[in-house]
């Protein structure tokens, strides 16, 4: 069954969703711009007030001059690196969609690997307590507490800024009475055996590595949330001891990794007395997450 545009064909030269999405596109692509046609299309959503069904069924809808302007400043800036994210300051994670702004970590789909352990590890209804250390924009908390109605949480910082973003995620997403956002070093303040799921992507890259990142990343991601230190370890050498004494005994905790830090991760949780460290990879089929819980590509997760 075939479905008619909403608006007819207008006159040859007119702008219509469909002509200026294929036009950025073709751009884009011109500009080595990764993954061009989403790109296009995600801004041009944010520009003319569409929505992906909107660009598929009205494909003909008359795009105003002012929306053209918009679109135009969004290409430009996309053609110069700087990310879709950034752009129009909302990126999708997992299922819910976030505020990002120039003081948080621009969320990544890497990322969901940590979600995919926790849907693991706690059932939809089990009642328990999580805790996202450094927490940026709120992304891996909020995440969780969309899935799991049973749980509360807590996301820490040491960014004041940052800090103001999650609190407005969370807001946005109606989960100001389950999750707390404090700032604090890490785990700094929080009592011993205090939390059920401990979860954390630290900052990982070797400092002399940041120069070489992708301009997206180098130009546009904090720095702070960037820099793991000479070797990029820094972070797991003060997270390891510190998760260790806020984790519950049968708790579980997921730390984010570099590709190829698994090994030396792994040996820093496994020195201050955790069992059955395993490394995951993501979809990718790169090493990306360490955690003593369970294995997301042995275990799938059970639907709900």
């Known amino acids: 069954m075939t479905t008619e545009p ?61 929306q053209q302007a918009a679109y135009e400043t969004m290409v430009e800036r996309r053609l110069k690196r700087e990310p879709v994210s950034r752009i129009i300051g909302k990126k999708g994670f997992w299922k819910i969609i976030l ?4 003081d948080v970590l621009s969320p990544r789909p890497d990322t969901e690997t940590i979600m995919d352990i926790a849907m693991l590890a706690f059932t939809p209804q089990e009642r328990f307590t999580a805790i996202d250390l450094g927490t940026g924009s709120g992304a891996i908390l909020l995440a ?10 807590v996301g820490t910082d040491i960014s004041s800024e940052a800090l103001a973003v999650a609190k407005e995620n969370a807001a946005n997403l109606d989960l100001n009475d389950r999750a707390t956002f404090l700032r604090t070093e890490w785990a700094a303040g929080f009592g011993d055996a205090s939390f059920d799921l401990v979860m954390s992507n630290p900052p990982y890259i070797p400092t002399d590595h940041i120069a070489g990142l992708d301009p997206e990343v180098r130009d546009h991601d904090p720095h702070l949330a960037l820099d793991g230190g000479p070797d990029g370890l820094q972070a797991y050498r003060d997270l390891a001891p510190e998760i260790k004494r806020i984790l519950k005994p049968l708790g579980v905790f997921a730390v984010e990794i ?9 040996e820093l949780f496994e020195a201050v007395g955790f069992t059955d460290v395993k490394i995951i990879k993501d979809l990718g089929d790169r090493d990306r997450v360490v955690t003593n819980g ?10 709900a």
Not at 99 to 102: A, D, F, G, S, Y
Not at 294 to 303: A, G, L, Q, S, V
């Open 6 to 66: 909403l608006s007819p064909k207008p006159a040859d030269g007119a702008a219509t969703l469909l002509t200026v999405w294929k036009s950025a596109q073709a751009r884009l692509k011109a500009g080595r711009i990764d993954s061009p046609a989403i790109d296009a299309r995600l801004l041009l959503e944010a520009a003319a007030d569409a929505s992906r069904m909107d660009i598929l069924t009205d494909p003909y809808r008359i795009v105003t001059p002012q």
């Open 99 to 102: 505020n990002v702004t120039p």
């Open 144 to 153: 969780l507490l969309t899935e799991r109605t049973g749980a509360t949480g």
């Open 258 to 266: 570099g590709w190829d830090q698994g090994p030396q991760v792994k």
């Open 294 to 303: 369970p294995d997301p590509r042995t275990n799938p997760i059970p639907k």
